[in-house]
């Protein structure tokens, strides 16, 4: 098992910046690939960004190409979700997941999940 607990999220103005965290335990941490994935009302979970086990390789869609950062950080159980220039179409419940894929793909492809963390964005 691996327990996954979000924060950082909040209300921030329309070209702010948020940074998530999500702290990880149990199972090496290391082994796992993470997501951070996020769901607005009446719409369908999407997957935002994604890292590797190691941290050497990163994806971020093209959505938020060029505003979000994803990092990990092995030593500390933690991955980072770095957001800039925020829109009011960014604004969802935001959730961190851990997948044993080498590159979990969809949302299906994650084993565990956090509880999520809003994020609102004031136009």
């Known amino acids: 098992q691996v327990q996954l607990v979000e924060s950082g999220g909040g209300l921030v103005q329309a070209g702010g910046s948020l940074r998530l965290s999500c702290a990880a335990s149990?199972?090496?941490?290391?082994?796992?690939?993470m997501g951070w994935l996020r769901q607005a009302p009446g719409k369908e979970r999407e997957s935002v960004a994604r890292i590797s086990r190691s941290g050497s390789i990163t994806y971020v869609a093209d959505s938020v190409k060029g505003r979000f950062t994803i990092s990990k950080d092995n030593a500390k159980n933690t991955v980072y979700l770095q957001m800039n220039s925020l829109k009011p179409e960014d604004t969802a419940v935001y959730y961190c997941?851990?997948?044993?894929?080498?590159?979990?793909?969809?949302?299906?492809?994650?084993?565990?999940w956090g509880q999520g963390t809003q994020v609102t964005v004031s136009s």
């Open positions: 149990g199972r090496t941490f290391s082994n796992y690939a």
């Open positions: 997941a851990a997948s044993s894929r080498v590159v979990p793909i969809n949302t299906r492809e994650y084993d565990y």
